[in-house]
């Protein structure tokens, strides 16, 4: 296949998921019109094999898993997906597997809403960039800051089994409850909608609960007082990967109070002194550093 | 540097050109507000060091050309960049020449208008895409279909010289013009604006004059005849660089008729009969690949 042949195969692969734009793919760019009134959220994210993901890996999970690394910080925004750009660096040997991955965003995509509406394609090592954007009315959106002393921190869901199966050198095992949590993140899109105006501030956990946990309080100039009886942690995972662990792509957010149908757990509370405690003690921070 | 603190030096390099942003760098997403009534205009780009650029070349001019590369795809479509947002793959090493790319971003988007509000570093070879965002009202927005026959075919500048230095092999010589026109192209923002309501269709030529005149005839079911007399011959390069070379992201259009005030070259005119004439003789069309 050629480029042209390999964009109209990938295009078939997308199907209804490369559909819905006010111009789609095949032009120089993309058009999308907004709803009217809402910001345009947007964000980056690049997975690169051998780094983010092995290089061995099928396309199908690594597709699926770019995606909803980057649909997952639209959720954090409270943002509603509206449109994604992959561009995909591959060798040419590479073309069956770019196919798969573009079977898993499009499973993604069909699951979180927003449609792929362009790309690029280029030759050279396994790296998969995925742009997302998406809509929120201006005075809903969720930031990092805003978090307020004695509210309450949450999670929407149990940590570490990703941060296990990397651990446990266990990614080429598909069948591995902790792989598939690793490859198959669901971006949480919903309960970022279902948090405008129920949260303070909110992030994804994608560096580790602390790490991102000292994000959000850097942001308000605020600390948190954790209970570690009370952190969530996920199947084949115990607690140091729970605080340290990336890759869950949970969202952690502060609150006064949750509605019962929102489905979050408490795991602390917003401290007005700077600092992270776990169950009153000084707890030290590690977590997912791209450099050192 | 870690990751933070070398995020941290690249918004440095930036400055006012990472800035203008509902939100900007330093939470999950990025927001803007987009004009009421426009479309949002998207493309991305990815750039690999070795494959698109020499992997000794300084960043500067690599950052300014991934740049206007990509901003250039909003050119043929005659919008306004509004947000960018760039996914930069880089070993440890190479974080000077991380900010110099930085530096050539900036001096871009200075040129341009826009700004660069998010982006995502990874460790990997080197590697950058832009993801560009520009807006425009929905009624004028520049597509490649839309040509009638007998309108003219016109071009915004001179061709072929980025793909003489390619030829050349003179990359790595910045002083050389040819060099600096494959390593500096101005993305025509300023002529796709002026070319809204004018040009019936348009394009970037990136991939070569012949092969990129080729897609916008098969969008309008037409053809072309061009003159070679007529067609504009970059500093050191020669017709054949001009017909074939891409890279020099001038803009191709039609149009029935063209203000003087825009300064564009007609090359020939749109034929109802499908495929490209030279001369009145048939040609053969080549041009870049990026896989085969």
């Known amino acids: 296949m050629n480029e042209f042949e390999l964009i109209d195969a990938i295009l078939e692969v997308l199907g209804p998921s490369a559909r819905g734009g006010e111009i789609g793919p095949g032009d120089d760019c993309a058009a999308i019109s907004l709803p009217p009134h809402e910001l345009l959220i947007s964000s980056i994210d690049t997975l690169i094999g051998g780094v983010h993901f092995p290089e061995a890996a099928p396309g199908e999970p690594v597709g699926y898993r770019s995606m909803m690394v980057s649909l997952s910080d639209l959720a954090a925004m409270g943002a509603a997906p509206v449109q994604m750009l992959v561009a995909m660096a591959l060798e040419e040997k590479d073309q069956a597997w770019a196919l798969a991955v573009a079977g898993g965003m499009r499973d993604a995509v069909q699951e979180t809403g927003g449609a792929i509406l362009g790309g690029n394609l280029a030759r050279g090592p396994r790296s998969i960039t995925v742009s997302v954007h998406g809509s929120c009315p201006a005075d809903r959106v969720l930031r990092r800051s805003g978090a307020a002393a004695g509210e309450g921190i949450y ?97 952690l957010f502060t609150a006064a109070s949750v509605p019962a149908a929102l489905d979050a757990v408490r795991i602390g509370t917003v401290t007005s002194a700077p600092g992270i405690l776990l169950d009153g003690e000084p707890v030290a921070i590690k977590g997912y550093q791209h450099f050192l």
């Open 155 to 251: 999670v929407t869901g149990p940590l570490g089994s990703a941060a296990a199966a990397v651990a446990a050198q266990c990614l080429s095992d598909l069948d591995d409850p902790r792989t598939r949590r690793y490859f198959r993140p669901r971006a949480r899109i919903e309960a970022g909608l279902a948090l405008r105006g129920v949260a303070s501030s909110c992030i994804d956990v994608s560096d580790g609960l602390l790490q991102d946990l000292a994000h959000l309080g850097e942001a308000s100039g605020l600390g948190a007082a954790l209970e570690s009886g009370g952190i969530p942690v996920g199947e084949g995972a115990d607690l140091e990967h729970a605080l340290h662990g990336g890759d869950d792509y949970e969202l």
